[in-house]
């Protein structure tokens, strides 16, 4: 799951298209206001991509306040900036608004979400079963 904060629609439709063709859902706000919102909502984030600058907040201060929050202390946090951004502490700069170095940011899923994906198949095989019909 990536946390996309963009107000520019085609280029926030083409990084989401890019990152669905691998499987990754995205969840989207068009400034900061919303991102932060959708931060503090979520459960399970694997990356943060920001714009900088979005209408009512620069990038810096939208991964300051979510660095706040204990949850997302080792989830990446990737800048799609411009010439004037420079460095962002904690965030990492892209050229190009490109999923490559989104998806290549993960780290390996923890043993909590491996196993939740394992129950999560394990039910979903017994679900189907008990619905085949029997002989």
């Not at 890019?18 to 706000?29: D, E, F, H, M, T």
């Not at 459960?43 to 943060?48: E, G, K, L, R, Y």
């Amino acid at each position: 799951i990536v946390h996309l904060a963009d107000p520019n629609d085609a280029r926030a439709e083409r990084l989401a298209s890019q990152l669905a063709g691998q499987g990754i859902a995205v969840v989207r706000a068009k400034d900061g206001g919303a991102a932060l919102i959708n931060a503090y909502r979520s459960v399970i984030v694997d990356a943060f991509v920001v714009a900088d600058p979005l209408p009512d907040l620069y990038a810096s201060r939208v991964i300051k306040e979510i660095r706040k929050d204990d949850r997302y202390a080792d989830t990446p946090f990737l800048v799609l900036g411009n010439d004037d951004s420079g460095d962002i502490e904690g965030a990492e700069i892209l050229d190009s608004a490109d999923a490559s170095p989104i998806v290549d940011s993960f780290g390996d899923l923890g043993t909590d979400r491996e196993r939740y994906l394992a129950t999560a198949a394990g039910a979903a095989e017994a679900l189907a079963m008990s619905l085949t019909p029997a002989d």
